[in-house]
């Protein structure tokens, strides 16, 4: 099987296990608060990564000299994560993961103040384009409009943000390092609130934790071995695979069924992305020295 092929296959499985973990937690989330939810995700999380990390070259590469940047990612890894999380309890799966998409975007805009990065026109465009499909998922001022996409977006900033620090920073961190603390400070932060948001699971929940927690670590590992075996150009674009895992899941455990609208908002949003990633591909092979 070509290298390329084995990459979009791990992407498309890691982008299957986030899926599947958005939805135990949207599942969890009817009786859960999205503290305990993603206590226990990264409780599982964690000691997997632990172990992966000790058989990809040894705990050393948990190593790092910046523990300041680390807390801030985690901290910013952590709004992330429960602002997701509780917006899954308030919008359908499809529409919550649509909306998610936006956090390329975002980037986009954000490099230019954050980074000193200059953004050219075509990735420009497509990230104010991107955002209008945002707006047409979102519809505010419609009778449709629902206050829990609002937390969607902050879901995407957070997120956004995230990845800017990971795109600064990330060449000079051990990978493994900055996938394991990004885990370790929410973990620490929802114990720490853990007291007053515990509701005692159910025997069936224990398992919904310890799911969720492995499709999580699974996916991790999954696009780390897509990039591995594809270019990110190549494998990045099948992220958005996770647009038909939301449908079909919201349809087949709750029901769900988006409008017109959304599957429309969804496509700009795509496209937008799409556009973006070819520009950066486009660029970087500009920039390759001729050997």
């Known amino acids: 099987m070509p290298s390329s092929l084995k990459g979009i296959l791990w992407m498309c499985a890691g982008v299957f296990c986030f899926s599947a973990g958005d939805a135990l937690s949207k599942w969890l989330g009817e009786v ?26 040894g705990l050393r590469k948990l190593s790092t000299q910046r523990p300041g ?20 309890t308030l ?10 998409f936006a956090a390329p975007l975002f980037v986009t805009l954000l490099s230019v103040p954050l980074l000193g990065e200059r953004v050219e026109r075509l990735p420009l465009t497509a990230a104010i384009v991107g955002f209008l499909g945002v707006l047409v998922v979102v519809r505010p001022g419609a009778e449709s409009f629902q206050p829990g996409a609002l937390v969607v977006v902050a879901t995407a900033l957070f997120y956004a943000l995230v990845m800017i620090t990971t795109r600064r920073y990330g060449a000079r ?32 929940h224990w398992l919904g934790f310890l799911a969720a927690g492995v499709f999580g670590i699974g996916a991790m590992a999954s696009i780390t071995l897509a990039f591995r075996h594809a ?11 996770a647009m038909v895992w939301a449908v079909l899941l919201g349809w087949w455990f709750w029901d769900e069924q988006p409008d ?7 496509l700009i949003i795509i496209a937008s992305g799409l556009a973006i990633a070819y520009h950066e591909k486009r660029t970087s092979l500009k920039r390759r020295p001729v050997s």
């Open 260 to 266: 017109l609208w959304v599957y429309i908002g969804t």
């Open 173 to 204: 961190e051990y990978l493994w390092a900055m996938v394991f603390y990004v885990t370790l400070v929410p973990l620490l932060v929802t114990g720490a609130l853990l007291p007053w948001a515990w509701q005692t699971p159910l025997p069936w």
């Open 69 to 88: 940047l680390h807390l801030v990612r985690g901290l910013l890894a952590t709004a992330a994560m429960l602002c997701f999380v509780y917006s899954l």
């Open 91 to 100: 919008l359908p799966l499809a529409e919550t993961t649509a909306i998610a």
């Open 32 to 57: 859960h608060s999205p503290v305990q939810i993603i206590f226990f995700r990264t409780l599982v999380s964690l000691p997997l990564i632990a172990l992966i990390a000790h058989f990809s070259g």
């Open 231 to 241: 270019p990110a150009a190549l494998a990045a674009p099948f992220d958005y695979t």
